[in-house]
């Protein structure tokens, strides 16, 4: 098979005991069968014991794929932060991990890994693409749209940077700027959920209701199973007083995922809006079961204001 990587660290000398060589071929070549079958177990515990006899860049590689696919991300953190170590002039490392540390929203880290990537390749449009999705977490707005302007410009096609902007633009209240990008990305794919619901949020906040819950419906009708969707709908009807309806559609919203604890806290607000304190109070516990760190959202009056776009893609 060919290597990906150099198998060992330069300057480190081959093991002398024959044994453990073989022993260590064998666990590495087990795991990639393992691997390649779907045994995804067994053949983390061979790339453990691989590297247990002998450091290889190689199996380093191989598991730190695996915790990843796992959610194991402190050891995979650990493995990639090793490989930058060891080939620190390898691009798809940093790229990697760059990815797993805005997992675990290390946004400095983060952004460090992708500059990295940029003095190793100054034209990689997704390398700016993860600095700009960095600096968002800094919550630097101005340098995240720079650096998908950038990402944009190497990359015309670049759907997903495209539709990052235009969240980030609608942050900034730039909403004509906005739907620029967001109806470039419609034109490749007019069935973009995550584009349609952006717009539809703000068609809502410029006061076009009407198109806001066209855009709505509309991902309701290509995914019945979109519940963002039917979020934003109960979200809307609340504002416009059609509280009936919108405890309707956050029956729907609540249906699809009995664990949301926006589509309770939601349809709670409008139960109380409505008259029903006692089942407004049942939606309200069942939120703060669901997620306890909303319990400064939420002041006994549940007159808080409707959920920013910048949540709808959790970027």
Same mark, same amino acid.
């Given at each position: 098979?060919?290597?990906?990587?150099? &198998?060992?660290?330069?300057?480190? %000398?081959?093991? &002398?005991?024959?044994? %453990?060589?073989?022993?260590? %071929?064998?666990?590495?070549?087990?795991?990639? $069968?393992?691997? $390649?079958m779907g =045994?995804?177990?067994?053949?983390?515990?061979?790339?453990? !014991?691989?590297?247990?006899?002998?450091? +290889?860049?190689?199996?380093?590689?191989?598991? &730190?794929?695996?915790?990843?696919?796992?959610a194991i991300l402190d050891k995979a953190r650990k493995l990639l932060e090793r490989m930058a170590e060891l080939e620190s002039e390898l691009p798809t490392t940093f790229l990697t991990l760059a990815n797993v540390y805005f997992m675990l929203d290390e946004y400095n880290l983060m952004d460090e890994a992708a500059q990295k990537v940029i003095q190793l390749e100054n034209e990689n449009p997704l390398a700016y693409y993860l600095w700009a999705k960095a600096t968002f977490g800094l919550k630097d707005s101005i340098n995240t749209i720079a650096h998908l302007t950038k990402a944009?410009?190497?990359?015309e096609d670049f759907l997903e940077a495209y539709l990052m902007r235009a969240e980030v633009l609608t942050g900034m209240q730039q909403y004509s700027?906005?739907?620029? +990008?967001?109806?470039?990305?419609?034109?490749?794919?007019?069935?973009?959920?995550?584009?349609?619901?952006? =717009?539809?949020?703000?068609? %809502?906040?410029?006061?076009?209701?009407?198109?806001?819950?066209?855009?709505? =419906?509309?991902?309701?009708?290509?995914?019945?199973f979109n519940e963002h969707a039917y979020i934003n709908l109960g979200q809307l009807f609340i504002a416009q007083k059609k509280l009936e309806e919108a405890i309707v559609i956050?029956?729907?919203?609540?249906?699809?995922?009995?664990? &949301?604890?926006?589509?309770?806290?939601? =349809? !709670? $607000?409008?139960?109380l809006l409505n008259g029903d304190k006692e089942g407004s109070a049942e939606d309200m516990k069942n939120a703060l079961q669901l997620k306890p760190e909303n319990i400064e959202k939420i002041n006994g009056q549940f007159n808080n204001q409707q959920q920013k776009t910048t949540d709808i893609f959790g970027l």
């Open positions: 098979m060919i290597k990906l990587f150099k &198998s060992l660290l330069k300057g480190k %000398e081959e093991p &002398s005991n024959n044994k %453990e060589q073989k022993n260590f %071929e064998i666990l590495k070549y087990d795991g990639m $069968r393992a691997q $390649r =045994r995804i177990d067994y053949a983390i515990k061979c790339f453990e !014991g691989a590297l247990n006899i002998q450091e +290889d860049f190689e199996t380093l590689h191989f598991l &730190s794929q695996l915790y990843i696919q796992t944009i410009i190497l990359k700027e906005a739907l620029k +990008d967001i109806e470039t990305v419609l034109q490749h794919h007019p069935e973009e959920e995550n584009a349609l619901l952006l =717009r539809g949020k703000i068609k %809502e906040t410029t006061g076009h209701a009407e198109d806001a819950e066209q855009d709505y =419906r509309l991902v309701t009708d290509l995914n019945p956050l029956d729907e919203a609540i249906e699809l995922n009995p664990n &949301s604890a926006q589509a309770f806290h939601e =349809r !709670g $607000r409008a139960k």
